[in-house]
């Protein structure tokens, strides 16, 4: 299976990238930051593509670089804005935050598929990480909206061709106060990682449109 995983340069992308050359997959890794890249594909025996999923034109690049066929696409964010304390954010901060992570959240994704759906084989998938657990209210969380409607409707489009679309979303299992459900639970990489695989398999082929949440095994309510 030809597998292009995006963010790459970032741990979890990483990790994902891991699990599926271990798979035995044909993976792909791609990113922005060539030093991290090279490294990964050295360390795993794949191909790298240094590019930038935000910038319209290095995506639409994309077409003589990727296989003629892909069976997978993992769209992993990969923001650029740096979390500080939003009490001492400036009206600038707090665009440059919402900018940056619609840009690597949703707009990365989108620039990604419109460009390389095309080479999607039939009975493929396409999978979008959202990697963090959201507060309420916050950027993080319309950006998780966004993304989740995004996919819902991709799934619709791409359905005629028997491609599934989902997301992966991190669930409430990494908050305080969970810790201790499981006795020696796994890391929220390693979960998304199992779960992004079993959506490539014939098992997972009715599931398409979701936004599946990692949550350690948590109840969606607590307390």
């Known amino acids: 299976m030809d597998v292009l995983i995006t963010g ?7 990790t994902i990238a891991e699990s599926f050359s271990e798979a035995g997959h044909k993976v792909l890794v791609g990113g922005r930051r060539r030093d991290e890249l090279e490294v990964l594909a050295k360390e795993l025996d794949v191909d790298a593509l240094v590019f930038d999923n935000t910038d319209p034109a290095s995506v639409a690049a994309l077409h003589g670089q990727v296989p003629a066929h892909l069976d997978t696409i993992i769209n992993m964010p990969a923001p650029t804005w740096t979390v500080g304390d939003p009490r001492t954010y400036t009206l600038a901060d707090h665009a440059a935050e919402w900018r940056g992570l619609f840009d690597a959240g949703l707009v990365a994704s989108v620039l990604t598929v419109q460009v390389l759906g095309d080479h999607m084989r039939s009975g493929g998938s396409i999978i979008n990480v959202i990697p963090d657990f959201v507060r309420d209210g916050s950027a993080a969380a319309a950006v998780k909206a966004a993304v989740s409607d995004w996919t819902a409707g991709q799934a619709d489009q791409f359905g005629v061709r028997g491609i599934t679309v989902n997301a992966v979303a991190v669930g409430r299992g990494v908050e305080p106060g969970y810790d201790g459900l499981g006795s020696t639970p796994p890391s ?30 948590a109840l969606a309510n607590f307390g």
């Open 188 to 217: 929220v990489a390693a979960e998304i990682s199992r779960l992004s695989l079993f959506l490539t398999t014939p098992a997972a082929r009715h599931i398409t449109g979701q936004t599946l949440h990692v949550t350690h095994g």
């Open 8 to 14: 790459c340069d970032t741990d979890l992308g990483r």
